[in-house]
């Protein structure tokens, strides 16, 4: 149904139609019409969810510093994942991955050579030396919030920290790349181009995604890619940027044993960092970090 420009916007804000999204609607209609991709009504997020977003995100952020505070050397990684699990639900949350299509726990943690999607286990102990990626995924309210960070654990060679940092100004550039009515495609040429110059190269089978009322809504953020290309940007989207970024060559396998193990076919390490991020009217804005 068409909205007029005196009835109220779709949006809830309560506000008219030709106060609120009206405009908006015409940018993107145009932007259509002259052959751009454009985001559709669900990934444009209303200031009720994007707040619930945010209260999710404050569990979310949390659990990582908490798991910051408390990772070290001995322990396993069932440990972290029994921590997860217990300050999320401590604190009204539910962890998003906990029986996600048959997913068995509370977070990921993926270790040196694996690039995500590792399942914590008692048998997994943090030895001096790993870089590990401890990713959380928190559901608040039926919100959802998700965001990822590197830990050395003891003595960590140059070559392994060098990627964890080099990883972490990727998510950074490709956060800088984010401008409200830009293409989604300069996010993943500005961390292709910074990895690679760095001698590193970038997953592609996995990447960043729609996230909010959901764990994985469209669209697919991909973590290379070219300037000028793929859908706008529109203020009001929700999607998380999580670059992967091998030592080695970007090829990937998953573990036939468990269905979710992600490991880099070299055998090279792999570092991951991960945000999730606002759209605005200006720039963007860090919800999960
Ligand atoms: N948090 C992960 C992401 O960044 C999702 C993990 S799904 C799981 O998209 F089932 F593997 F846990
Ligand atoms: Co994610
Ligand atoms: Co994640």
């Given at each position: 149904m068409k909205l007029s420009r005196?009835?109220?916007?779709w949006c809830k804000s309560g506000l008219k139609y030709k106060k609120c999204h009206l405009e908006f609607d015409e940018r993107l209609k145009r932007l259509k019409r002259h052959g751009y991709t454009v985001p559709s009504r669900e990934m444009i997020k209303n200031e009720e969810q994007i707040e619930g977003i945010r209260q999710s995100a404050k569990i979310n952020d949390g659990l990582l510093d908490l798991v910051s505070k408390n990772i070290k050397e001995g322990m396993t990684t069932e440990e972290i994942d029994k921590l997860a699990y217990e300050y999320t639900t401590d604190n009204g949350?539910?962890?998003?991955?906990?029986?996600?299509?048959?997913?068995?726990?509370s977070i990921c943690t993926s270790i040196n050579?694996?690039?995500?999607h590792g399942i914590p286990s008692k048998d997994v102990i943090l030895k001096s030396g790993d870089i590990v990626n401890v990713d959380a995924t928190t559901i608040l309210n039926g919100y959802y919030s998700d965001a990822s960070r590197m830990f050395m654990i003891g003595e960590v060679s140059e070559d392994a920290k060098k990627l964890v940092e080099v990883t972490r100004e990727c998510l950074k550039k490709g956060l800088e790349a984010?401008?409200?009515?830009?293409?989604?495609g300069d996010i993943g040429a500005a961390v292709q181009q910074y990895a690679e110059s760095q001698g590193f190269s970038v997953v592609r089978e996995f990447g960043g995604h729609g996230v909010g009322i959901d764990i994985h809504e469209d669209p697919f953020v991909c973590h290379a890619g070219k300037k000028g290309t793929g859908m706008i940007l529109a203020p009001g989207m929700v999607f998380t940027i999580e670059p992967m970024i091998n030592a080695g060559g970007h090829e990937i396998f998953i573990d036939e044993d468990d269905g979710w193990t992600v490991l880099t076919a070299d055998g090279s390490l792999s570092a991951q960092w991960e945000h999730t991020i606002l759209v605005t009217e200006k720039g963007t804005e860090i919800l999960a970090k």
């Open positions: 005196n009835d109220l916007c949350g539910i962890p998003a991955t906990l029986n996600y299509e048959g997913y068995p726990k050579n694996v690039v995500c984010v401008k409200p009515w830009g293409f989604l």
